[in-house]
């Protein structure tokens, strides 16, 4: 979301042109005020030609099928983060150290929330556990490459779950 008050003080933040670009600006504490992206995690646990996808069950985008992930956590390394919300997500439990690095990447901004996404891939032979939907999901399924297609997804899961697929023997 872009400011429109200062987050020290609250005074209104006007704008001013700084390091090549249009940002806000405090008159008041005389600095600018940047808008960061906001650090995410996930993993995709691969059965064959398999990935295990959970449903939204809240915003944003409720009832999407997406790839277990989330926000990471003050002073948490992607890996753990990514391991911590597979958990939370589905019940799975796996050693972050067996996460394979996909992808880190600014994904599409969501009612202007911008995210910084790191994405990892882990075998299903290498997570412990039953998958049951867990906090913020409302279904967790095995889903198929060929069946992607048939499903509401989020724009990034496509591409990461072929690229988990390959990623993996």
Aim: net charge negative; with cysteine; charged share 30%.
């Amino acid at each position: 979301m872009t400011p429109n008050y200062c987050p020290q003080c609250g005074t209104e933040l006007g704008e001013r042109h700084i390091e090549g670009r249009e940002r806000k600006w405090c008159t008041d504490c005389e600095r600018p005020v940047f808008r960061n992206a906001v650090p995410c995690a996930d993993v995709a646990v691969v059965r064959g030609d398999e990935v295990l996808l959970v449903e939204r069950s809240v915003p944003p985008d409720a009832g999407a099928w997406t790839i277990p992930g989330g926000h990471l956590e003050l002073e948490e390394e992607p890996r753990e983060g990514a391991a911590r919300e597979l958990e939370e997500e589905t019940g799975l439990r796996v050693d972050a150290g067996k996460l394979v690095l996909l992808e880190a990447t600014q994904l599409d901004a969501i009612d202007g929330k911008h995210v910084v996404s790191v994405a990892y891939a882990v075998n299903a032979a290498d997570v412990a556990g039953t998958p049951t939907a867990g906090s913020d999901a409302a279904a967790v399924e095995w889903v198929s490459l060929l069946e992607l297609e048939k499903r509401t997804l989020r724009p990034q899961v496509p591409r990461r779950a072929e690229k988990a697929v390959r990623s993996l023997p």
